[in-house]
Protein backbone atom coordinates (compact mmCIF):
# COMPACT_ATOMS: atom_id res chain seq x y z
CA UNK A 1 0.00 0.00 0.00
CA UNK A 2 1.59 3.24 -1.02
CA UNK A 3 1.68 5.85 1.86
CA UNK A 4 -0.85 8.14 -0.70
CA UNK A 5 -3.29 5.22 -0.25
CA UNK A 6 -2.80 4.99 3.59
CA UNK A 7 -3.60 8.45 3.75
CA UNK A 8 -6.57 8.66 2.22
CA UNK A 9 -7.98 5.32 3.79
CA UNK A 10 -6.74 7.38 7.52
CA UNK A 11 -9.20 10.28 6.27
CA UNK A 12 -11.79 8.25 4.94
CA UNK A 13 -11.67 5.97 8.63
CA UNK A 14 -11.78 9.28 10.32
CA UNK A 15 -14.91 10.15 8.05
CA UNK A 16 -16.50 6.93 9.27
CA UNK A 17 -15.85 7.76 13.03
CA UNK A 18 -17.49 11.49 12.82
CA UNK A 19 -20.53 9.82 10.90
CA UNK A 20 -21.24 7.37 13.28
CA UNK A 21 -20.48 9.54 16.36
CA UNK A 22 -22.96 11.87 14.98
CA UNK A 23 -25.94 9.23 14.17
CA UNK A 24 -25.31 8.24 18.03
CA UNK A 25 -25.35 11.83 19.29
CA UNK A 26 -28.56 12.71 17.11
CA UNK A 27 -30.37 9.66 18.30
CA UNK A 28 -29.87 10.95 22.10
CA UNK A 29 -30.88 14.22 21.24
CA UNK A 30 -33.96 13.00 19.25
CA UNK A 31 -34.55 10.69 22.41
CA UNK A 32 -34.27 13.71 24.61
CA UNK A 33 -36.66 16.05 22.70
CA UNK A 34 -33.47 18.48 21.80
CA UNK A 35 -34.20 19.94 18.02
CA UNK A 36 -31.27 19.20 15.64
CA UNK A 37 -31.16 22.34 13.06
CA UNK A 38 -27.73 21.27 11.42
CA UNK A 39 -24.80 18.44 10.85
CA UNK A 40 -21.81 19.08 9.48
CA UNK A 41 -18.62 16.74 9.73
CA UNK A 42 -15.50 19.21 9.38
CA UNK A 43 -12.34 17.87 9.74
CA UNK A 44 -13.18 14.48 10.53
CA UNK A 45 -15.51 15.60 13.43
CA UNK A 46 -19.26 15.82 14.03
CA UNK A 47 -20.71 19.32 14.53
CA UNK A 48 -24.07 19.96 15.06
CA UNK A 49 -26.26 23.34 15.90
CA UNK A 50 -28.77 22.40 18.13
CA UNK A 51 -31.94 23.14 20.22
CA UNK A 52 -31.26 24.28 23.75
CA UNK A 53 -29.57 21.27 24.96
CA UNK A 54 -28.96 22.16 28.56
CA UNK A 55 -31.21 19.45 30.14
CA UNK A 56 -28.98 16.89 28.43
CA UNK A 57 -27.22 15.49 31.75
CA UNK A 58 -24.32 14.01 29.04
CA UNK A 59 -23.33 17.33 27.94
CA UNK A 60 -20.32 19.05 28.95
CA UNK A 61 -19.75 22.60 28.39
CA UNK A 62 -16.68 24.06 26.63
CA UNK A 63 -17.83 27.91 26.21
CA UNK A 64 -20.50 30.58 26.62
CA UNK A 65 -20.21 33.50 24.85
CA UNK A 66 -23.06 36.50 25.61
CA UNK A 67 -23.15 39.37 23.25
CA UNK A 68 -26.72 41.66 22.12
CA UNK A 69 -28.85 39.89 23.97
CA UNK A 70 -27.87 36.65 22.95
CA UNK A 71 -26.06 33.56 24.56
CA UNK A 72 -24.13 30.80 22.22
CA UNK A 73 -23.22 27.94 23.79
CA UNK A 74 -20.60 25.13 22.81
CA UNK A 75 -20.60 21.79 24.33
CA UNK A 76 -19.60 17.78 23.73
CA UNK A 77 -21.91 15.58 24.27
CA UNK A 78 -19.95 11.87 23.03
CA UNK A 79 -17.22 14.00 21.28
CA UNK A 80 -19.28 15.40 18.98
CA UNK A 81 -19.39 19.67 19.21
CA UNK A 82 -23.03 20.84 20.00
CA UNK A 83 -23.63 24.95 19.61
CA UNK A 84 -26.96 26.78 20.40
CA UNK A 85 -28.14 29.92 21.03
CA UNK A 86 -30.50 31.58 23.87
CA UNK A 87 -31.90 34.33 24.48
CA UNK A 88 -30.25 36.15 27.34
CA UNK A 89 -32.85 36.65 30.30
CA UNK A 90 -33.65 40.37 31.64
CA UNK A 91 -31.72 39.86 34.93
CA UNK A 92 -28.47 38.63 33.04
CA UNK A 93 -27.95 41.26 31.08
CA UNK A 94 -28.22 43.69 34.21
CA UNK A 95 -25.42 42.01 36.05
Given amino acids: MTKKQLTINEQNYQQACAFSCAQDVAQRLIDAGIAIREIKIVGGRAYMKTGDATAH ?10 HAGI ?6 LCGCLLEWTTKVKKQEQAA
Fill in 57 to 66: ADVRYISKFS
Fill in 71 to 76: TRVRAL
